[in-house]
């Protein structure tokens, strides 16, 4: 099973620069989220979704975009990358809340190490 | 608002000795609580939970029980191995579904 996949693993930005950080589960899971993990500080709630077309914002969403146009996708964009930005970024995603099944487990991608010079 | 407060590492132990990550939490109503580990260049993964008052979660020779009085969720194990060392999480799961991490504590064990 392939569970949560995020890429790119490494990306290097100047600061300005654009991207987007792609994450792609395959467990039908309705409830997707973005975590930033630095020092410290544990990981911080980004973004999340609790099903296609919907989303909200975390603890810190300043400076980033989602969206989530399918089941399986959950995108996170930097529009314009700033050296606070550099972090390693985790997408997580469990049943949603109201699945008879849900055992409130996130399953969490690899990571994605993100350096804005 | 809701949170998370763990023990500051990183913890030094050698191997066999017994393990105590103290965690408390803040938050209304009745969160779940769970423990996730990460290995090093790893994502992170369950360890155990539990999801209401008394509950006592355990894995791979871990425990944890959901103490309501205190407001506390500490993670134990009895004799530590190298394979152990991790940075361990405390979180919880709160009425608007969101998982709120405290910030970690790094777990070395020396052979």
């Known amino acids: 099973n392939a569970g949560v996949t995020q890429t790119p693993k490494f990306q290097v930005l100047k600061t300005g620069q654009s991207m987007t950080l792609q994450c792609a589960q395959d467990?039908?899971?309705?409830?997707m989220s973005w975590y930033r993990q630095d020092p410290g500080m544990g990981l911080r709630l980004i973004h999340y979704?609790?099903?296609?077309?919907?989303?909200d914002q975390g603890e810190v969403p300043n400076g980033y975009n989602v969206s989530r146009s399918t089941t399986e996708d959950f995108p996170l964009r930097l529009l314009s990358a700033a050296p606070s930005q550099t972090s390693v970024y985790f997408c997580?995603?469990?049943?949603?809340?109201?699945?008879?099944?849900?055992?409130?487990?996130?399953?969490f991608g690899e990571g994605s190490r993100l350096t804005v010079l | 608002g809701n949170s998370v407060t763990q023990m500051e590492g990183p913890v030094t132990l050698s191997e066999e000795a017994f393990l105590t990550i103290n965690c408390t939490y803040t938050a209304t109503g009745y969160p779940s609580l769970f423990w996730y580990v990460q290995y090093p260049g790893e994502g992170l993964q369950l360890l155990l939970k539990?999801?209401?008052?008394?509950d006592k979660g355990s894995n791979k020779g871990f425990e944890a029980t959901y103490r309501k009085e205190t407001t506390s969720f500490h993670l134990e194990k009895g004799s530590v191995q190298v394979s152990d060392s991790a940075v361990y999480f405390c979180a919880l799961r709160d009425s608007s579904y969101k998982l709120i991490f405290g910030s970690g504590t790094r777990l070395l064990v020396r052979p």
């Open positions: 979704s609790v099903g296609a077309g919907i989303t």
């Open positions: 997580a995603s469990s049943l949603g809340q109201g699945s008879a099944s849900n055992t409130g487990e996130l399953f």
């Open positions: 539990a999801t209401k008052a008394d």
């Open positions: 467990m039908n899971h309705e409830y």
